[in-house]
């Protein structure tokens, strides 16, 4: 979808700014918000390019540098860490050769840690994009690595 076709869905009021950059960030490919996409909002929305950066910048669910084409997300809340998400999470960084908050050098991994996903019952847990995956082990990890390393 494009960028026009993607503000179109919304009317151009500032309460639809976080869903307006929250589209605009999944439609990137580099999970994140150029300056073109803050400046596409500001204008949409008839509102500084300052005022748009500074709210996408606040809420850690946006990124203003480019990631991977999948973003993982851990769960290091503490039923997970009960279920063993830290040796996961050593293996993760071991496997994809990236701490905390980095990108693979093939760009198709980013690897971040988020608080409580909602799934404790399935813990220790993690997303990918917008996919749940629960009762993890470097097993199941190994696999869903490799479906979506084929799905390039
Ligand atoms: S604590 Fe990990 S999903 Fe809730």
């Given at each position: ?65 480019p990631r991977g084409r999948n973003i993982i997300r ?79």
């Amino acid at each position: 979808m494009d960028k026009e076709a993607i503000l179109k869905k919304f009317k151009p009021t500032l309460d639809n700014i976080l869903y307006i950059l929250h589209d605009l960030q999944d439609e990137n490919p580099q999970h994140y918000l150029s300056k073109d996409d803050i400046k596409v909002c500001a204008d949409y929305l008839n509102i500084p390019y300052s005022y748009t950066h500074s709210v996408a910048s606040f809420y850690t669910m946006f990124s203003m540098k480019p990631r991977g084409r999948n973003i993982i997300r851990l769960c290091d809340s503490p039923p997970c860490h009960l279920m063993g998400s830290k040796s996961l999470l050593d293996y993760l960084q071991r496997t994809l050769k990236v701490t905390t908050g980095e990108t693979t050098k093939d760009g198709i991994f980013t690897l971040e840690l988020t608080s409580c996903l909602g799934a404790c019952g399935v813990a220790p847990a993690m997303m990918v994009n917008n996919e749940m995956f629960g009762n993890l082990t470097p097993e199941k990890v190994d696999t869903i690595l490799d479906k979506r390393r084929k799905e390039l």
